[in-house]
């Protein structure tokens, strides 16, 4: 009887600690923790020149971009939170015309409907942008970092463009020669450039002709980039949130981290 008594009282004494763990204003030990931003600057740089608008990969990289930024800022399948994010875009009607760097606020707390429609709303497709450049924008970045106080924290910049450099009569050797990443040489020690939405030629260009140091340097074909909505790994009618397939396939092909590859 005394045996049965004790384990009564235990229950009677634990109960009212488990009812109040579920009452407004006290912690519930059921939900897990939401994920906490990172370390990681995130920087985002869409093409707004005319032969990569008006090519046919424009419409499919802003749906996959929508997606890309959703999944980040959400932490959804292990994607890290980023502290900052910046979108912006590459090109203009004039060579080293600074353009505006979105912060992330433009894009929390939104669906990946509304992010996409925010997309399309900042990279009108209606637009005539002659030029391509890649340096004012690397400039623009560094600028940011160092106005911000992000020196030193990891840095991933994502570039939506099919790659090529509009850089007038050079070879094409010379032009992706002239691409100049020494401004973002001394920002952090673990700096990514993803140069997405490429063919293999100008890949393999920025892979092993572009002058660089310390930043890392991943590329990802467009006939690669174009499998993210395959039914396969954008399961249809799953939510955003459950996409796992999708996410992995970010992980492999998207976010990969690449080795240091040094080109004098």
Same mark, same amino acid.
């Not at 046919?56 to 890309?68: E, H, Q, T, V």
């Not at 590329?219 to 790994?233: G, L, R």
């Given at each position: 009887? +005394?045996?049965? @008594?004790?384990?009564?009282? %235990?229950?009677?004494?634990?109960? !009212?600690t488990r009812v109040a763990a579920d009452l407004p204003g006290f912690?519930?030990?059921?939900?897990?923790?939401?994920?906490?931003?990172?370390?990681?600057v995130l920087f985002i740089g869409v093409d707004i020149s005319g032969s990569f608008m008006n090519g +046919?990969?424009?419409? *499919? @990289? %802003?749906?996959?971009?929508?997606?890309?930024i959703h999944a980040h800022l959400n932490g959804l399948g292990g994607m890290e939170i980023p502290h900052s994010m910046f979108v912006g875009s590459i090109g203009?009607?004039?060579?080293?015309?600074?353009?505006?760097?979105?912060?992330i606020q433009s894009f929390q707390d939104r669906t990946v409907e509304e992010i996409e429609a925010q997309l399309r709303l900042l990279f009108p497709r209606k637009q005539e942008n !002659?030029?391509? /450049?890649?340096?004012?924008?690397?400039?623009?970045?560094?600028?940011?970092? *160092?106005?911000?106080?992000?020196?030193?924290?990891? %840095? @991933?910049?994502v570039l939506i463009t099919d790659g090529r450099p509009d850089l007038g009569g050079m070879s094409r050797s010379a032009k992706f020669r002239s691409i100049r990443l020494k401004p973002l040489e001394n920002l952090s020690r673990? %700096?990514?450039? #993803?140069?997405?939405?490429? *063919?293999?030629?100008?890949?393999?260009? =920025? #892979? *092993?002709?572009?002058? #660089?140091?310390?930043?890392?340097? =991943?590329?990802? /074909?467009?006939?690669?980039?174009?499998? =993210?909505?395959?039914?396969?790994?954008?399961? !249809?009618? +799953?939510?955003?949130?459950e996409q796992q397939k999708f996410f992995s396939w970010v992980k492999d092909n998207?976010?990969?981290q690449p080795r240091l590859h040094r080109v004098n």
């Open positions: 009887m +005394r045996i049965i @008594s004790v384990a009564v009282l %235990i229950a009677a004494l634990l109960a !009212p912690p519930s030990t059921s939900n897990a923790q939401a994920p906490h931003p990172g370390r990681l +046919r990969d424009f419409d *499919d @990289s %802003i749906g996959f971009l929508a997606r890309y203009g009607v004039k060579k080293g015309e600074a353009k505006t760097l979105f912060p !002659p030029f391509t /450049d890649f340096n004012a924008y690397f400039a623009q970045v560094a600028e940011m970092v *160092d106005s911000k106080k992000l020196i030193l924290k990891p %840095i @991933s910049i673990n %700096i990514t450039l #993803r140069v997405l939405y490429t *063919d293999a030629v100008t890949a393999k260009s =920025w #892979r *092993d002709e572009v002058p #660089r140091k310390r930043v890392k340097v =991943w590329t990802q /074909d467009a006939i690669v980039m174009t499998e =993210w909505k395959n039914p396969k790994t954008l399961i !249809p009618g +799953r939510a955003p949130t998207v976010d990969f």
